[in-house]
């Protein structure tokens, strides 16, 4: 930990880059460290040699003072055994407003980052969202790319919808790679990356990308107006009809952020962030909410060993490839100083940090966890993840499935929100 925060001062300050590789493999062995001590333990402990380290589950008194945890924060709130997608799910309780009501609609966009070559899987996906959802309401349509959308990509959508379109490009501060960031650090730590097997490490514009969906999609001139947005991914699936108006929803319920699934990340992508985030939230304790998520974002009894690789973070985030959120919330200045502290700590490029787990340690600590909803009438599927409520309303996916590999059913920790948050 000590190396890593040396390796962002030598980011920021010129240095031999000499020195910094050589630096650099210093700290290959000690990221790598914890997980081989642990491995010999074991080992040695299998052969009768030493007695096992057990796994370090969570303990409330290891959290700094700063973050407030007490008993009854920690505490669980819900434990829910059976899959509650298998009930009749039908729509949310709460102010619902139809097509047909005379109501107006929100201040709201269907957002996508999107590269002109994905127009096909985009039209599938619009196909969906049109048929559930948007031909009853006409949100308008805003897509993102870090290059102009060519002629044929822009004729296409436009087909594709009978709502407005909006194609917007990124500008070039928003998306390049900051020039704090040293590029000999971002390939080596990015070849650590790859010996744990995470995917895309040295695909530079994924980095990019995650950093542009943590916290500057909301920056862009063309949302300055916009309240709403439903995050919408290419080659995603919609199975219900939805027949209220979500962002309405939103709005007269008093919700902030909704999502449809909750997974577990990969560990070695994220180190860093929640010692990172500590650093954050010591220096401005006074953005923490009183009724934040903290118990869900600490839990280290569901997957100890990814709460030890992330350093104190359970990994479990709502899946940011679909989300309808509240801009404001990304605007404010808790969230946006928080996504400024973590780009100055380089993580998007020396890690992989995602903007789910980011989205979702800063929904966890800095808003009020009833204004998190779970759209569980919402079918989704994102490869190889879906949400498939058991209704009436939904065509196409099997009520209750998660994955369509039976082994990789241990990725969905969405029962973990339900445990230390709440299950409405
Ligand atoms: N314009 C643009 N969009 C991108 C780029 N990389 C990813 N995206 C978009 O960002 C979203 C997430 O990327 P995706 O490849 O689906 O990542 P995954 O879901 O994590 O596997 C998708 O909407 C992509 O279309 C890029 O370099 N440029
Ligand atoms: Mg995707």
Request: aromatic share 14%; proline share 6%.
């Amino acid at each position: 930990m000590r190396l890593t925060q040396r390796a962002r001062l030598w980011a920021r300050t010129p240095v031999l880059t000499l020195v910094a590789l050589v630096s650099v493999a210093a700290l290959i062995l000690l990221l790598h460290r914890p997980e081989s001590a642990a491995e010999e333990t074991t080992a040695a402990a299998a052969a009768g040699t030493k007695k096992a380290a057990p796994v370090t589950a969570f303990r409330g008194d290891q959290l700094p003072e700063y973050l407030g945890a007490t008993p009854e924060k920690l505490a669980v709130k819900n434990v829910i055994t059976s899959n509650p997608l298998l009930d009749d799910v039908d729509e949310p309780v709460g102010i619902l407003t139809r097509a047909t009501d005379d109501a107006p609609r929100a201040n709201a966009t269907l957002l996508v980052l999107v590269r002109n070559n994905e127009l096909k899987g985009l039209l599938g996906t619009m196909r969906d969202v049109e048929r559930t959802f948007n031909s009853k309401f006409n949100y308008p349509w805003t897509f993102f790319n870090d290059k102009p959308f060519s002629d044929v990509f822009k004729r296409q959508v436009r087909a594709a919808t009978k709502a407005e379109c909006r194609f917007e490009t990124i500008p070039r501060e928003h998306w390049d790679t900051p020039e704090w960031i040293n590029n000999d650090i971002t390939e080596v730590s990015n070849k650590i990356l790859v010996e744990d097997n995470i995917m895309y490490a040295q695909m530079g514009s994924y980095h990019r990308m995650c950093r542009w969906n943590s916290g500057m999609f909301y920056k862009h001139p063309a949302l300055k107006d916009v309240r709403w947005y439903w995050r919408v991914e290419p080659n995603t699936r919609y199975f219900c009809s939805i027949d209220y108006d979500v962002f309405r929803y939103m709005e007269d319920n008093d919700k902030t952020y909704g999502y449809v699934i909750n997974i577990y990340d990969a560990p070695q992508s994220i180190r860093t962030l929640w010692p990172t985030t500590l650093e954050f939230v010591a220096k401005h304790p006074e953005y923490l909410h009183p009724n934040n998520s903290l118990a869900w974002l600490v839990d280290g009894n569901s997957r100890p060993n990814h709460h030890r690789i992330a350093n104190g973070y359970s990994t479990c985030h709502f899946w940011s490839n679909f989300e309808i959120g509240d801009m404001n919330f990304f605007r404010s200045e808790a969230y946006d100083k928080y996504f400024e502290y973590l780009d100055q700590a380089g993580g998007f490029f020396y890690e992989r940090w995602g903007d789910a787990p980011v989205h979702s340690v800063g929904l966890g600590l800095f808003l009020d966890q009833s204004k998190i909803h779970w759209f569980k009438d919402i079918g989704y599927l994102h490869q190889p993840y879906y949400n498939c409520p058991s209704s009436n309303k939904c065509r196409g996916c099997k009520a209750g499935r998660f994955v369509t590999t039976p082994s990789m059913n241990p990725e969905n920790c969405i029962n973990n929100f339900f445990k230390y948050a709440h299950a409405d």
